[in-house]
């Protein structure tokens, strides 16, 4: 059993910066793949940047150059440094992690264990 909280979000002005920590506790295994996932209203979850133990990287187009994705081992945290804000990365931004993610590392039903989500509000 995994038990994952996010902190760090808010609202900012387009272009502006903002950082999310996401910390894991339990199972060390079960975090092997760590993920940052967004929902946007009457939109489908997508996943933003997800990370291996290993430090195995990805990241979805839109926010390539802008986003930067970070792990912790020792601590078993992430972060995502999100840079460069746009109102379309308004969203809840969700941590996740798999100890297998089997169906790849940007894929929602790879992960089975989920945060409870924090608000990223960026307005133009």
């Known amino acids: 059993q995994v038990h994952l909280v996010e902190s760090g979000g808010g609202s900012v002005q387009s272009g502006g910066s903002l950082r999310l920590s996401c910390l894991a506790t339990?199972?060390?295994?079960?975090?092997?793949?760590m993920a940052w996932f967004r929902q946007a209203p009457c939109k489908e979850r997508e996943g933003v940047a997800a990370v291996a133990r290993v430090s195995t990287v990805t990241y979805t187009e839109s926010v390539k150059g802008r986003f930067t994705i970070s792990r912790d081992n020792e601590v078993n945290t992430i972060e995502l440094h999100m840079g460069n804000l746009k109102p379309e990365d308004t969203a809840i931004y969700y941590c996740a992690t798999d100890p297998q993610a089997t169906y790849g590392m940007s894929a929602p039903r790879s992960y089975h264990n989920w945060g409870q989500g924090t608000q990223v509000t960026v307005s133009s």
């Open positions: 339990g199972s060390p295994d079960a975090t092997f793949f």
